[in-house]
């Protein structure tokens, strides 16, 4: 159910809710939020809740650090796992500065222009995640050890499988705040789990997103584990992606998926850097079902982008090099305009690579581009974008070269 503002405030009065976590992400995806009591609400949706953006990583505002955080009323959602007296809400935010003026390192501002332009020219667009993760075991003093959960592989049952429950308890606690769950099972590595998502508009699948994360962690916390999101937690064993299904419809009438992926294949080394940001990223890509090549094919799990197999409204892209160090509203973004950008081109369609990439020879592999094989060379694709210097302010790009150049 979508909240108006005046709807909130009788849901926060007749439902015993006292805090309200009034939530953002900063420029690299990672939630954070500043809990008001319900008395402060009116004020929140009238004027906004400030805060110290000079604390906040990449948002640079040490002159001027005031920002504001303007609630959505449309994300109300309860925090199940929060004592029922007294109860926790939580909303997502837009960043304003002080005149209310929009913040321009805002990610899920930047995605929601992005939904919008695409919307002027007909196209609307929708987004599901499939995320992976591992559960670890924590030591004597609550620390976290790299000891799986358990030893099962992919798609194995209990009693192999012991993270069924805790999936269980996942899925359930998202049903309870409206973000339903399409499946999940246990996936390849030790401990390793998957969830994936059902459609959802731009904005509100880059929030489940979001959300997933914080209630993955939470629920692991419970049950006395660790929730490891990195893109490879065990040396040896599969990494974590976070593989982005998309699909778009044009004034009402689904488009072929085919459509997408010119675009998609021409921006895709430029987009890198935001959906591959950390270093670790880059020792997945390449091993273990992760891509390497930029490349299409229907079906076939060794390419970049792939068409599962489906009928109609189910018909969907799949793009298989991200990870859960992204942040989804910049993703989704950069997906959304690169997308666009091909369509406006008239990019014409490559050819399918329908063969197992993971088993070619080096002469057959030289024939293809290859994403960036390191973080460093992930920064030049960046810096030197059109495509990223016409999509992002340059405070966000300047943010993540900044951040890549640290040691």
Not at 116 to 132: K, P, Q, V
Request: overall charge negative; proline content about 8%.
């Amino acid at each position: 159910m979508k909240f108006t503002p005046d709807e909130v405030l009788q849901y926060v009065l007749e439902e015993d809710v006292k805090f309200i976590r009034m939530a953002f992400c900063d420029i690299f995806g990672r939630q954070r939020n500043v809990a008001i009591m319900a008395p402060e609400l009116p004020r929140a949706f009238d004027h906004g809740i400030a805060f110290d953006a000079s604390a906040v990583p990449g948002f640079d505002m040490d002159v001027r650090s005031d920002l504001f955080l303007r609630p959505d009323a449309s994300t109300l959602k309860e925090l199940p796992w929060r004592p029922r007296q007294g109860r926790v809400a939580h909303m997502f935010c837009s960043i304003v500065h002080p005149d209310g003026t929009p913040f321009e390192a805002d990610g899920r501002r930047l995605l929601k222009d992005a939904a919008d332009d695409a919307a002027a020219l007909g196209y609307t667009f929708r987004f599901g995640t499939e995320m992976e993760f591992y559960l670890f075991r924590l030591d004597e003093h609550g620390a976290p050890t790299r000891e799986p959960l358990d030893r099962a592989g992919y798609m194995d049952v209990a009693p192999d499988d012991k993270g069924e429950n805790v999936r269980r308890e996942i899925c359930l606690t998202l049903e309870q705040m409206g973000i339903f769950p399409e499946s999940s099972h246990h996936e390849s590595g030790p401990g390793q789990n998957e969830i994936d998502f059902r459609y959802a508009d731009p904005v509100a699948a880059a929030d489940n997103a979001v959300m997933f994360r914080s209630v993955v962690g939470t629920i692991a916390a419970q049950n006395g584990l660790w929730a490891d999101f990195s893109p490879r937690p065990l040396p040896d064993c599969d990494g974590n992606g976070m593989h982005i299904n998309l699909s778009a419809s044009n004034n009402g009438a689904d488009v072929s998926p085919l459509t997408l992926v010119p675009g998609l294949l021409a921006g895709i080394r430029d987009m890198t850097l935001f959906l591959n940001p950390s270093d670790a990223s880059y020792r997945r890509l390449g091993r273990d079902k992760a891509p390497q090549y930029v490349s299409w094919s229907e079906e076939n799990r060794s390419q970049l982008l792939r068409v599962p197999a489906a009928a109609g409204a189910f018909r969907r892209l799949e793009l298989r090099s991200p990870d859960s160090c992204a942040n989804p509203y910049l993703a989704f973004a950069l997906m959304i305009r690169a997308c666009l950008d091909g369509i406006r081109r008239g990019l014409p369609l490559p050819d399918p690579a329908d063969l197992n990439l993971f088993h070619a020879d080096a002469e057959t592999l030289s024939r293809f581009e290859r994403l960036p094989a390191s973080l460093p060379e992930a920064v030049i694709a960046a810096r030197d974008s059109a495509l990223i210097g016409s999509c992002l302010p340059p405070a966000v790009l300047r943010a993540y070269l900044d951040r890549a150049s640290k040691p």
